[in-house]
């Protein structure tokens, strides 16, 4: 089983069986708790992230969603990074894969494209994975 990505939304194929791809979608795309020290999309007061992140040192998810209301900057870009690059340090550290890259461009207006590249153990191939979100959607 893994989870595929459309633009803006994820997909389940039963048929076929990507463990990297599956972590990698659910990291990026599943919210993880602010940070005290975040700033909050329109001012809200909504920290998000799964409940059970209170009661353990293993965070779900990434903070990509607190750029929901962001501009098209490359200070974005710079967080949108940072954020993808910390929601799958886990799978490093699990030793699921060696390392990972993530390039974050704007391609077009209110586009946000990821691209990852993990480095797996078993392998010294590089896969690629794009990811398309819309700013303000994210």
Same mark, same amino acid.
């Given at each position: 089983?893994?989870?595929?990505?459309?633009?803006?939304?994820? =997909?389940?194929?039963?048929?076929?069986?990507?463990?990297?791809?599956?972590?990698?979608?659910?990291? @990026?795309?599943? =919210?993880?708790?602010?940070?005290? =020290?975040?700033? @909050? +999309?329109?001012?809200?007061? =909504?920290?998000?992230?799964?409940?059970?992140?209170?009661?353990?040192?293993?965070?779900?998810?990434?903070?990509?969603?607190?750029?929901?209301?962001? &501009?098209? @900057?490359? %200070? /974005?870009? &710079?967080?949108?990074?940072?954020?993808?690059e910390e929601s799958l340090q886990w799978m490093i550290k699990e030793h699921l894969i060696k390392s990972v890259t993530v390039i974050a461009t704007n391609p077009a207006n209110s586009i946000?494209?990821?691209? /990852?590249? +993990?480095?797996?153990? &078993?392998?010294?191939?590089? %896969?690629?994975? %794009?990811?398309?979100?819309?700013?303000?959607?994210?």
């Amino acid at each position: 089983m893994q989870l595929t990505w459309t633009t803006n939304s994820a =997909d389940i194929d039963y048929n076929n069986g990507n463990e990297i791809l599956t972590n990698i979608i659910t990291s @990026l795309f599943t =919210d993880a708790r602010a940070n005290e =020290d975040d700033i @909050l +999309p329109g001012g809200g007061v =909504d920290r998000r992230g799964w409940w059970g992140d209170s009661f353990s040192d293993k965070k779900i998810g990434s903070r990509l969603w607190l750029l929901s209301r962001e &501009k098209q @900057l490359s %200070s /974005v870009l &710079k967080r949108a990074r940072e954020y993808a690059e910390e929601s799958l340090q886990w799978m490093i550290k699990e030793h699921l894969i060696k390392s990972v890259t993530v390039i974050a461009t704007n391609p077009a207006n209110s586009i946000l494209l990821l691209t /990852v590249r +993990p480095i797996l153990y &078993k392998s010294d191939d590089v %896969s690629e994975y %794009s990811f398309t979100a819309v700013l303000n959607n994210i």
